[in-house]
């Protein structure tokens, strides 16, 4: 059985350059984090700060 979130996920597309996605990855990594929740979270926190205005 799928929790309500699982339900709710899609999945999006971001181009960038090579070479700043392996710096990101590896930055992510050694924070012990990884992309994907670095992003979400940056677009959590963006949401939140525009629906503030």
Known sequence: MSSENEKNEVTIRVKLD????????????????????????FIEKYVKEKSEK
Do not use: H, P, Q, S
């Not at 090579?18 to 979400?40: H, Q, S």
């Open 18 to 41: 090579g070479k700043l996605r392996d710096r990101f990855k590896g930055l992510t990594a050694m924070e012990g984090t990884n992309m994907n929740a670095v992003v979400v979270e």
